[in-house]
Nanobody
């Protein structure tokens, strides 16, 4: 059973960079993926990036896709979200989660209730 813990959030100035970490424990199948999601107050949670466990192919989607990228340590136990040129509308709670590899794609990152395991989230605030 997979456990996920996010870290690295905080307060950052517009235009700065921040790297979030997702610590992964438990068994990860080659057919699983790790995704990054975010949620701002009053908005739906959105998938923003993911990485496949088998191949390390990684994708970023949505408005921040040109500024965010996802990567992983060689032991595949820590997944990173590198965020650059941060904007105030990037503010929100950021989560990592497991998802079926078929739902990690260049066009969308989505979850399946009953399959997905979530971390508790880490707050990112972009403000001057």
């Amino acid at each position: 059973q997979v456990q996920l813990v996010e870290s690295g959030g905080g307060l950052v100035l517009p235009g700065e960079s921040l790297r979030l970490s997702c610590s992964v424990s438990g068994r990860i199948s080659d057919y699983d993926a790790i995704g990054w999601f975010r949620q701002a107050p009053g908005k739906e949670r959105e998938g923003i990036a993911c990485i496949e466990s088998r191949t390390d192919d990684a994708y970023s989607v949505g408005p921040a896709s040109g500024r965010f990228s996802v990567s992983r340590d060689s032991d595949k136990r820590t997944v990173y979200l590198q965020m650059t040129k941060l904007k105030p509308d990037d503010t929100g709670v950021y989560y990592c989660a497991t998802l079926p590899v078929a739902l990690c794609s260049p066009i969308s990152v989505t979850t399946v209730p009953g399959f997905t395991s979530w971390g508790q989230g880490t707050q990112v605030t972009v403000s001057s």
